[in-house]
């Protein structure tokens, strides 16, 4: 199967940098932040699209959306999968959603 390929929806792993924008929720200090996602897409196009209009709409301004692939891709390539990561990926596919796994804030 070829990544974004797949007849149904997948969880693709986004790393989205986010600046600052007031409202957004980072700490006091912060000059954006690093989320680790998990949005569920026919393919990486639409769970990118997803992924950042969730964010804006929270208030957040995302910079920069790099994709590390689909779970089965991954899984291919032989990366071995944390069973907490496999777990927020049956969420987000099951609910077809944005999961927010990890905000890493950046500090100057």
């Known amino acids: 199967m070829r990544e974004g390929k797949a007849t149904g929806p997948q969880v693709y792993t986004l790393l989205v940098e986010v600046g600052r924008k007031a409202g957004d929720g980072l700490p006091e200090g912060a000059t954006g932040a690093a989320l680790l996602c998990y949005a569920a897409g ?10 950042v209009a969730l964010l ?3 208030d957040m301004a995302p910079l920069e959306v790099t994709g590390h692939g689909s ?9 071995a999968l944390d069973p907490a990561e496999t777990a927020l990926m049956d969420r987000a596919l099951a ?4 999961v927010v796994a ?5 500090f100057d």
């Open 71 to 79: 779970r089965a891709g991954r899984e291919a390539a032989g990366e």
């Open 56 to 58: 804006r709409a929270a």
């Open 42 to 51: 026919r393919d990486e196009a639409e769970a990118v699209r997803e992924t």
């Open 95 to 98: 609910e077809n959603a944005v």
């Open 102 to 106: 990890d905000v890493t804030p950046f």
